[in-house]
């Protein structure tokens, strides 16, 4: 079974620029989380979808927004993007049916550059 | 809120030493718990789990138990190789916050031949 797959893995844009990411679950998942891992922060949750709803969401400005469609896929995108927005972006998919099989899959991360 | 606490690194140890690594956490309710670990230049990859008290998650010769007297999940391995060299971090997530996981600051563990 593929894995979650995140698109693309590397990026470089300019502060003012906006960005979108992509994330592909795991077949079969319908929930799709996303972590914004920096060196000062570690990992923090930015939003949860399930069902092309967004459940959950931590605690980012509006500038980061996210979205998922009908067949599960999601997008990311960061608006006006500053120098703090650095980070490598995680994607994880789930299940989501009970808590015993609810296990967050990972994919290996954009790795975004802000200059 | 919930959260998570991982004993500071980095750790260096030699091959074929005993490795444990201390994680503790404040939460509500009952949590589920995991270690992860990321490698080089990876994304993070699923090493164990525990959903409920005295559970213990096991994989790849690393152990922990959820021992919810202690509100801890320390995670061991009896005998380190090169290839364990990674960051380990410890999580939880909860059913009453939609299964979000909360992580802690991560421990760089290497391991020298």
């Known amino acids: 079974k593929a894995g979650v797959t995140q698109t693309p893995r590397y990026l470089i844009k300019t502060r003012g620029q906006q960005v979108t990411l992509s994330c592909s679950p795991i077949?079969?998942?319908?929930?799709v989380s996303w972590y914004q891992q920096t060196p000062g922060q570690g990992l923090q949750f930015l939003f949860e979808y399930f069902s092309e709803t967004q459940r959950n969401k931590g605690n980012f400005p509006g500038r980061f927004s996210g979205r998922q469609f009908s067949n599960s896929r999601s997008e990311m995108n960061v608006s006006t993007l500053e120098l703090g927005d650095s980070a490598l972006y995680l994607c994880?998919?789930?299940?989501?049916?009970?808590?015993?099989?609810?296990?967050?899959?990972f994919g290996p991360g954009t790795r975004l550059t802000v200059l | 809120g919930d959260s998570v606490t991982q004993m500071e690194g980095p750790v260096t140890l030699s091959e074929e030493a005993f490795l444990t690594i201390n994680c503790t956490y404040t939460?509500?309710?009952?949590?589920?718990l995991f270690w992860y670990v990321q490698y080089p230049g990876e994304g993070l990859q699923l090493l164990l789990k525990a959903t409920k008290a005295d559970d213990k998650g096991s994989n790849k010769g690393f152990e922990a138990t959820y021992r919810k007297e202690t509100t801890s999940f320390h995670l061991e391995k009896g005998s380190v190789q090169v290839s364990d060299s990674a960051v380990y971090f410890c999580a939880l997530t909860k059913s009453s916050n939609d299964y979000k996981l909360s992580f802690g600051a991560g421990t760089t563990v290497t391991v020298r031949a």
């Open positions: 994880a998919s789930s299940l989501k049916l009970r808590v015993e099989e609810d296990t967050q899959y």
């Open positions: 939460a509500t309710g009952y949590p589920s």
């Open positions: 077949s079969g998942h319908r929930s």
